[in-house]
């Protein structure tokens, strides 16, 4: 019961108490313990229980609870963004490149980014700000993860009626990329084993523009070999963002239900669940504990020595995420075609395959999940 309540064990519940406790604590003698306001929003988060619910089981308000969550969230935000939101620095993005092609066989890879909307109920005034394409109301996150499905950059607060394919060009994330404003190393690198220069990159499916700081996957059905071999490995790479996202939304199951609240508040709780995630995969892995119980290893994807894909228990049950739409915009430089295409042709080379490609590819397996 009390990981279902907080995602986590006592051991690593109370690392999270003594980084939050003094922000937390309230001098009022009939104040609750700030154990008692963290367990309270973990509760809220992890469960997706109704606010009613929890303020009948402390005896206490539902304004009360709300304000205890509004709160803590703010406190969880500003602590742990710090020690474990931190956006990269050049050494760190070269690292993750350098595992991203160790772990997922994918070159100069930085991260995986993509986009999904969280369902809020309709705001007062708002008018058709948060109107999405499926006729809800959403706020959309923005976001990247590394090799080891922890989030590096995040942008969370997109109104939901915005057009997919614009929101990533709209966003601060997408400016500052493009404006090479996120320490993203500015030389090239050599693809592993070979002469061949290309830059740092993230990878992402239709729903982003193309460019030399973006690959995203050849479209159409009926494409040659080679290209479908490329997005055979891209989609093997990017499948690491739908399962940071998926360990996101199914652990914390607020986000598998309209959220009743404000918008700002509702980007503190995406902000402070982020935050929570990344606290928890890298805690898990610290401490001596039997195994990691945020993200046992068939939570996520894995694959058998064929390279089938075996789907991990987090997509059990899973609802009410919406990804991006595709977009069409298609006024990418001429350079990043021939970047794709460049490493089109390394990775059907003897310096950038993998030994089971050709096989996977020639069983029809070359389609990315949705």
């Given at each position: 019961?009390?990981?279902?309540?907080?995602?986590?064990?006592?051991?690593?519940?109370?690392?999270?108490?003594?980084?939050?406790?003094?922000?937390?604590?309230?001098?009022?003698?009939?104040?609750?313990?700030?154990?008692?306001?963290?367990?309270?929003?973990?509760?809220?988060?992890?469960?997706?229980?109704?606010?009613?619910?929890?303020?009948?089981?402390?005896?206490?308000?539902?304004?009360?609870?709300?304000k205890i969550i509004k709160e803590t969230c703010?406190?969880?935000?500003?602590?742990?963004?710090?020690?474990?939101?931190?956006?990269?620095?050049?050494?760190?993005?070269?690292?993750?490149?350098?595992?991203?092609?160790?772990?997922?066989n994918f070159p100069n890879c930085i991260g995986a980014i993509d986009g999904k909307h969280f369902h809020i109920k309709c705001p007062p005034n708002s008018g058709s700000l948060y109107f999405n394409y499926k006729k809800s109301f959403s706020i959309v996150l923005l976001a990247a993860c590394d090799h080891e499905?922890?989030?590096?950059?995040?942008?969370?607060?997109?109104?939901?009626?915005?057009?997919?394919?614009?929101?990533?060009?709209?966003?601060?994330?997408g400016k500052c990329l493009n404006n090479n404003k996120l320490n993203v190393p500015m030389q090239n690198c050599y693809l592993p084993q070979s002469n061949i220069e290309m830059p740092y990159y993230f990878v992402a499916d239709e729903a982003f523009p193309i460019s030399k700081r973006i690959m995203r996957p050849y479209p159409g059905y009926f494409l040659d070999k080679k290209k479908s071999i490329f997005n055979y490995r891209l989609s093997r790479a990017r499948r690491i963002i739908e399962n940071t996202f998926g360990i996101l939304v199914s652990r914390w199951r607020i986000f598998q239900r309209n959220i009743s609240m404000n918008p700002e508040h509702v980007d503190a709780i995406i902000m402070s669940a982020i935050n929570l995630h990344n606290f928890l995969m890298i805690e898990n892995n610290n401490f001596e504990i039997r195994g990691n119980t945020y993200c046992p290893s068939n939570y996520i994807d894995t694959e058998d020595n064929e390279g089938n894909i075996i789907l991990g228990m987090w997509r059990i049950g899973l609802n009410n995420i919406n990804n991006l739409q595709p977009t069409n915009i298609h006024r990418a430089i001429r350079e990043a075609y021939i970047q794709r295409d460049t490493l089109t042709q390394y990775l059907s080379s003897p310096q950038g395959e993998v030994s089971w490609q050709r096989e996977y590819i020639q069983r029809g397996c070359n389609r990315d999940m949705q």
């Amino acid at each position: 019961m009390f990981f279902k309540y907080t995602r986590m064990n006592l051991t690593i519940f109370n690392k999270l108490l003594n980084l939050l406790q003094v922000h937390l604590e309230k001098r009022h003698w009939r104040a609750l313990s700030a154990e008692q306001r963290l367990i309270i929003t973990l509760r809220f988060i992890a469960t997706g229980d109704q606010a009613s619910s929890i303020a009948f089981a402390y005896r206490i308000g539902e304004s009360t609870v709300y304000k205890i969550i509004k709160e803590t969230c703010s406190v969880i935000i500003k602590v742990l963004s710090p020690l474990y939101l931190q956006p990269p620095k050049e050494e760190d993005w070269k690292r993750i490149a350098v595992q991203f092609w160790e772990r997922w066989n994918f070159p100069n890879c930085i991260g995986a980014i993509d986009g999904k909307h969280f369902h809020i109920k309709c705001p007062p005034n708002s008018g058709s700000l948060y109107f999405n394409y499926k006729k809800s109301f959403s706020i959309v996150l923005l976001a990247a993860c590394d090799h080891e499905y922890k989030f590096t950059i995040v942008d969370c607060g997109s109104y939901g009626s915005a057009s997919d394919g614009g929101i990533f060009a709209q966003s601060e994330f997408g400016k500052c990329l493009n404006n090479n404003k996120l320490n993203v190393p500015m030389q090239n690198c050599y693809l592993p084993q070979s002469n061949i220069e290309m830059p740092y990159y993230f990878v992402a499916d239709e729903a982003f523009p193309i460019s030399k700081r973006i690959m995203r996957p050849y479209p159409g059905y009926f494409l040659d070999k080679k290209k479908s071999i490329f997005n055979y490995r891209l989609s093997r790479a990017r499948r690491i963002i739908e399962n940071t996202f998926g360990i996101l939304v199914s652990r914390w199951r607020i986000f598998q239900r309209n959220i009743s609240m404000n918008p700002e508040h509702v980007d503190a709780i995406i902000m402070s669940a982020i935050n929570l995630h990344n606290f928890l995969m890298i805690e898990n892995n610290n401490f001596e504990i039997r195994g990691n119980t945020y993200c046992p290893s068939n939570y996520i994807d894995t694959e058998d020595n064929e390279g089938n894909i075996i789907l991990g228990m987090w997509r059990i049950g899973l609802n009410n995420i919406n990804n991006l739409q595709p977009t069409n915009i298609h006024r990418a430089i001429r350079e990043a075609y021939i970047q794709r295409d460049t490493l089109t042709q390394y990775l059907s080379s003897p310096q950038g395959e993998v030994s089971w490609q050709r096989e996977y590819i020639q069983r029809g397996c070359n389609r990315d999940m949705q």
